[in-house]
């Protein structure tokens, strides 16, 4: 039996049903495949800022700050040892280290799609038809998701707080984009920019355009 979907008005009401492929939105659930690549895509996105000097980068300690023997105190070569006040640190970050993981092209793939999987089976993915704005409102964007939360298993998507809806559209649309840019639990992009990080950090995923969108998913990516 095929999979399908209910496809929404921008009123919040069903307009007909699409049919969803098998290998994208019919997947079982594989927490360790998911996990590995979301995982591996944030220490890709790590940019290892931290950086701290090591006794060969700190300034001064080119003199013996006292003789080797006679003063009764302990032997010391440096004051830029990392035993020093001042002196270098000892093992600490350093900002050249290379965090980034090799990830397996099908392997993400997989992982996106068992992603869209289970979203789907949780009621956590909505297929709007597209939506079109004359012009960048605010005020609209909280429209559409006032009148998405109105159906049933999508009451939250218009909470303020925490990461809840992701607007996901063929193409580049400037003027949906600016309307959600100043919600913060909120977001647009194009499909093409869609991975499994990005689709897990939102609880709710919306498509518009939903034959155009899945065309991309199951031809493109």
Known sequence: MALQAPIYNEKGKKEGDID????????????????????????????GNAHTKTRG?????GKKPWR????GQARHGSTRSPIWIGGGVAHGPRNEKDYSRKI???????????????KLKDGELIFLKDIRLN????????????????VKGFEKINFKKGKRAMFFNATKDDALVKSFRNIASAGVEELRNINPLLAMSYQYLVFLDP????SILTGKI
Do not use: C
């Open 20 to 47: 969803l492929p098998e290998r994208v939105f019919g997947l079982p659930w594989k927490e360790n495949l998911v996990h590995q690549v979301v995982t591996d895509m944030r220490a890709n996105a790590r940019e």
């Open 135 to 150: 012009a960048p409102k605010t005020k609209e964007a909280h429209k559409i998701l006032e009148t998405l939360a109105g």
């Open 68 to 71: 080797q023997k006679g003063t």
């Open 211 to 214: 034959k155009e969108n899945l």
């Open 104 to 118: 397996n092209k099908e392997t993400k793939k997989k992982a996106l799609y068992t992603i869209l999987s289970k």
């Open 57 to 61: 980068d700190v300034r001064g300690g």
